[in-house]
């Protein structure tokens, strides 16, 4: 699933691409991925003629993200909340033929070169959405299709939504302090991982990040909250505050079906310390990265370093 890092990606490529562009026609070859109503997706052709019509003829003024979500904002007040979930993907062809775009913006291609729009053949089977701008085309793929978007007549009512209103602070934000995140830590007795997974404390670190932030602080992620130690929380909080950014910088993590939006692939994953090497060794003491299930989700960490 894109967590922070790739989503803040997507945001970044769509707004320059696709602001100020008008939306001229809406297709939803998949109407359960769509609602239409403000409130939780159902299949319904209804629902996704509603979306449709709340869409088509806006503008996009600018494109949020709060949390692992993404928030077109469009020129009357409304807007479309998206969550990728496990699959989901924008792409964006240009309708200028071969046009190009300056690679410089996305830091893993080289400085000022040129990269193409799109390449590949869309739609394809797995293109559900497919929105026709004044300037091209942006497909919405999902393998699995768990992703939803859905159109809000105003913000007011998508922020107080089931899906952003308890929602924590932004890591990145001004709101995330060291003061904030260890009182939040000390009041819940759970394991760590499923503490900074949750979206209570801190949003937008998923299994990929959370495992890093707890490798790169040296705390165990079964460690339950309430006996973490001052230190151990500055360190995490600091770990937390240091590989967002340079993920975001490096293009995200590119595992499964996540690309960024001309479909290149973010750079991050090479620098996972322990997301996904089990087995192999630790890049601190050498000794085999374990593995076991913690708040469901498989996690990695090594049992000498990580205390
Ligand atoms: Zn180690």
Redesign the pocket.
């Known amino acids: 699933m894109p967590e922070l890092p790739e989503v803040e990606n997507l945001r970044i490529g769509l707004e320059r691409e696709i602001k100020g562009q008008k939306i001229l026609s809406a297709e939803v070859r998949l109407p359960k991925l769509v609602s239409g109503t403000g409130n939780k997706r159902k299949a319904s052709g209804a629902k996704a003629a509603e979306f449709i019509k709340g869409v088509v003829g806006k503008k996009i003024i600018e494109i949020d993200r709060r949390a692992k979500n993404l928030i077109f904002k469009l020129s009357d007040g409304s807007a479309i909340l998206v969550h990728l979930k496990m699959s989901g993907q924008f792409v964006y062809k240009s309708s200028k033929r071969g046009a190009t775009v300056e690679g410089g913006h996305f830091p893993n291609h080289a400085k000022g070169g040129q990269i193409e729009i799109s390449r590949s053949t869309l739609p394809n089977k797995h293109s559900h959405i497919i929105f026709k701008l004044s300037n091209g085309t942006l497909f919405y793929n999902d393998t699995r299709t768990f992703g939803y978007l859905i159109y809000y007549k105003n913000l007011s009512t998508l922020y107080a939504s089931e899906t952003l209103k308890n929602l924590g602070p932004e890591p990145l934000g001004k709101e995330f302090t060291l003061e904030h995140f260890e009182s939040a830590l000390k009041s819940k007795k759970k394991n760590l991982k499923s503490a900074l997974l949750g979206q209570e404390i801190v949003v937008g670190l998923g299994n990929i990040y959370v495992d890093e932030v707890c490798f790169i602080s040296g705390v165990n992620p079964s460690r339950i909250t309430n006996t973490l130690k001052a230190y151990e929380i500055k360190r995490i909080h600091d770990a937390i505050k240091k590989i967002l950014p340079h993920a975001i910088k490096l293009g995200g993590s590119s595992v499964a079906t996540y690309m960024l939006l001309d479909e290149s692939r973010g750079n991050f994953a090479r620098e996972h310390k322990v997301y996904g090497k089990a087995g192999n060794p ?6 085999p ?1 374990l593995k076991k299930t913690l708040a469901g989700r498989s996690t990695v960490y ?5 205390k």
């Open positions: 630790c890049v601190n003491c050498q000794r990265l090594c049992k000498n370093c990580q």
